[in-house]
């Protein structure tokens, strides 16, 4: 018995160029949207230092002194750069909940994604 040939559905370029920039938002979205409700970054720690207003006060020594005059700081405009760390601490059963959601988001995916795969190896060779 012989196959017809398989076409999958075209799609217009308006709805390719439509799928593109909806997609494009969603990405500007998942990434700015934790940045504007304050999720993301835990921060910054202000180092101690025993003077701000020198080099050595800084903890610099000469030869990253004669690299920050170069990029065009003093003391005083590199004080709050080099005293400021940002704080990489985490919460490890929030750490544990991401990985189980994207785990179980992955194993929905191969189990769709085979499912969906037969489907269309059943409808282009047949069953067997």
């Not at 076409?7 to 940045?35: C, E, R």
């Amino acid at each position: 018995m012989a196959k017809s040939h398989y076409d999958p559905p075209k799609q217009s370029a308006f709805g390719q160029f439509v799928d593109s920039v909806f997609l494009l938002i969603l990405v500007l979205v998942a990434l700015f949207v934790p940045l504007y409700l304050k999720l993301a970054g835990g921060g910054k720690i202000d180092l101690a230092v025993a003077d701000k207003s020198t080099w050595a006060g800084l903890g610099q020594n000469a030869a990253q002194q004669v690299q920050w005059e170069k990029l065009g700081f003093t003391p005083d405009t590199a004080a709050s750069i080099i005293t400021s760390r940002f704080d990489y601490s985490f919460n490890v059963a929030e750490l544990a909940i991401t990985a189980i959601v994207i785990v179980g988001y992955f194993a929905l995916l191969f189990i769709f994604s085979r499912s969906e795969y037969r489907e269309v190896i059943d409808e282009r060779f047949g069953k067997k």
